[in-house]
C-alpha cells in the first residue's frame, strides 16, 4: 500500500487505516460529529474513492449503514467518538449479525490508561459487542513506531475480509487515540495523492455444501411423494432460477416469504404459494401435510406457518441454510445442510429422484390461487380504512424495480398475507433480524440513497416514531423516500395476542396511544406531509413522482383491523376449502 504522509501519531494512524479499508473495497462510510474520532473522520473527508455520510444522531446513523450494506451488499464503515456514544450502535450491530450484513464498525476511544479512573466519555469498548460481531480488535493508541503502519493496514484489510464472504457480518475495531488528535494547520499537508485507494482485492466465495451431507438428504427423503419448499427471509434474497429448479424438479409447490425475493420477478412462478398463511390457519390444511419439508433461508415471517411446521412431528424436515448458520428455532430440523444455497438447490435437483404426488401439489397451487385471489377482493371490499390494503394497492401502482421496505410489528405480516405471486420485480426489504421497531426510517433512507429506483417505505406509527432523528438525512442528503405512515394511534399487533384479553391493562401497558401529530415532525425535517383520506388519493400520490421526503399518512382503526384480518382469513379459507 501507498505511503499515506505526516502528521502526529494518531493522524497516521488513521489514514493509514482509513486507506487500508478502501483498498480492501470500502465505498461507504457514515460519520457522527465527535472530538475523540477527529482523526478518522478527517482521514475519511480527505480521501479519495469514498463516499462519506454525515449524521447528527449515532443510532440513526448505524441504521442508516445498515441500509446501504443491505442494498449494496458490500461492507460499509461506521465511525463515532468515544463514550455512550458507541453503545448507540448496538441495536444495528444486533440486526447485522442476525441477518448477515456486512458493517465495519470503527468506534474512536482514549487511551487504555484513563478507564476506570473517571476520565471524561470514557467507558469500556473493548468488545463491546460480544458475540453479535465476526472479529474485534482494541487497537492501542499509536506512538509513531516504525512498524505501526503494518499493523494498521492489516487490521483495515482483515476487518473487511472478516466482514464478507463466506459468512457477513459486523466487525468491530475499537481505537484509541492519544492527544495530539491533529497537526496545527498547514503544519504537515496531506498528500492527497497517496489517499488513493489500491485496486480492491476479489472478493471471497461462499464455500458450497458437503456433498456428504446432500447425499445423507438424498437418502433421507428417497421415497417421498409429497414434498414442500419453504423460502424464508433473506437479507440478499434467496436463488430464486436454483430454487424454483429445484421445485420442478421434485414436484414440490414452494411456500415463499414475501421477504425471499420468490415472490416476483421473471423466474418460475408456477409453484409459487403466498396464501399459506390463511391457509394453514384451517384445520382441513393437516388433510394436505406433507410427507417432506426443504427449508432456505431465515423461518418465515407467518406464525401460523411457523406452527404448522413444528406440528408435522413425522415428517423429515431439511433445512438449508448458508455458510456457519444453523436457524432452526423450533428445532424441527431432520438434517441440516449448510453452504451456498444456489449450489445446494441445484445439487439436490440433480440427486433427488422422487416420484410426486401431481394431485397433491396441484391441490396446494389450485388453493393458493382461491385463497390469494379471495384476500385481495376481500381487501377492497371494507368500507373502513383496512391496513392490508395498502400492499395490494402499492403492487398493482408501483413502476417495476420499485423497492418496497416494511417496518416491523403489522407491516411485513400485512405484506406477507397480501403481496401476490407477481412477474412484475418488486423487491421487499425488511430488518427481520432481531425483527425490532428500531432504526427502520435510517435503515429505509438508505437503502433508497444508492438503488436509484423509486423506494416506499410501510410504517407503524411507533416504529415511526422511534427513528424520527432519522429523517434529518433526507433533506442532507438529497434522498427521495415516500414514507406510507400506517397510523392506528398505539400497537397493533397486540390486538392478536392474549394481552388484548385483559381490558383493565391492555390499552395503557400494551396499546400504548401515543396521540403524536407526525405532520410536524414531516414538515421539521423538510418533507412533504399528506393525510390520505382514501384509496382514491392514495394511488394518486403514489403514482405522483417524489423528490425527497414525502409522508402519506393512512390512519386506522386499531380494533376494526383485527376483525376486518379474521374476515379475510375466513374468506380466503371459504375460498380455499369450500369444497371439502
Known sequence: MAETGGGVPSEQAARTLVAALIAAGVRHVCITPGSRST?????????????????????SS???????????????????????????????????????????????????????????????????????????????????????????????????????????????????????????????????????????????????????DVEHVARLLAGTRRPIIVAGPESAGLPA????????????????????????????????LTAYDALVRDQRAKGLAPDAVIRFGAPPTSKSLNQYLAGLTSTVQVLCDGWASWRDPSATASAVVTGDPAATALMLAER??????????????????????????????????FEGRVFVELQDALEAGSTVFVGNSMPVRDLDSFADASPKPLQFLANRGANGIDGVVSTALGVA????????????????????????????????????????NGGGIFHYLPQAAHPDI??????????????????????????????????????APVRGLRVLEVRTEREANVHMHRVAWAAAAQAAWGDT
Open 62 to 212: 448505524s441504521f442508516f449503514a445498515l441500509g446501504l450494506a443491505k442494498a449494496t451488499c458490500e461492507p460499509v464503515a461506521l465511525v463515532c467518538t468515544s463514550g455512550t456514544a458507541a453503545a448507540n450502535f448496538l441495536p444495528a450491530v444486533v440486526e447485522a449479525n442476525l441477518t448477515r450484513v456486512p458493517l465495519i464498525v470503527l468506534t474512536a476511544d482514549r487511551p487504555a490508561r484513563l478507564r476506570d479512573i473517571g476520565a471524561d466519555q470514557t467507558i469500556d469498548q473493548s468488545a463491546m459487542f460480544g458475540s453479535n460481531v465476526r472479529w474485534a480488535r482494541d487497537l492501542p493508541a499509536a506512538s509513531g513506531g516504525a512498524d505501526e503502519q503494518a499493523f494498521y493496514e492489516a487490521c483495515g484489510v482483515r476487518a473487511v475480509r472478516q466482514s464478507i464472504a463466506p459468512h457477513p457480518g459486523p466487525v468491530h475495531l475499537n481505537v484509541a487515540f492519544d492527544e495530539p488528535l491533529i497537526s496545527p494547520p498547514n503544519a504537515t499537508p496531506v498528500d492527497q495523492h497517496r489517499l488513493k485507494a489500491s485496486p480492491a482485492p476479489s472478493r471471497p466465495g461462499t464455500p458450497g455444501p458437503s456433498t456428504g
Open 449 to 488: 440513497a444508492v438503488t436509484g429506483r423509486p423506494t416506499i417505505l410501510v410504517i407503524g406509527d411507533l416504529s415511526f416514531y422511534h427513528d424520527m432523528n432519522g429523517l434529518w438525512a433526507a433533506a442532507r442528503h438529497g434522498i427521495d423516500l415516500t414514507i406510507v405512515l400506517v397510523n392506528n
Open 352 to 385: 433427488l429422484i422422487l416420484q410426486a404426488d401431481d394431485t397433491w401439489a396441484r391441490s396446494w397451487t389450485s388453493r393458493d390461487r382461491k385463497a390469494a385471489a379471495a384476500m385481495r377482493e376481500q381487501s377492497r371490499g371494507f368500507q373502513a380504512t
Open 39 to 59: 482523526p478518522l473522520t478527517i482521514a475519511f473527508a480527505r480521501a479519495e474513492g469514498i463516499r462519506c455520510w454525515l449524521h447528527l444522531d449515532e443510532r
Open 241 to 272: 432460477a436454483e430454487i424454483m429448479a429445484l421445485a420442478g424438479a421434485i414436484g414440490a409447490p414452494v411456500f415463499a416469504d414475501a421477504l425471499s425475493g420468490l415472490r416476483t420477478g421473471s423466474h418460475d412462478l408456477t409453484n409459487v
Open 506 to 543: 391492555f390499552e395503557e401497558w400494551f396499546a400504548t396511544p401515543g396521540n403524536v401529530e407526525f405532520g410536524r415532525a414531516a414538515l421539521m425535517y423538510g418533507g412533504q406531509y399528506v393525510v390520505v383520506e382514501n384509496w382514491d388519493e392514495f394511488r394518486v400520490h403514489i403514482a
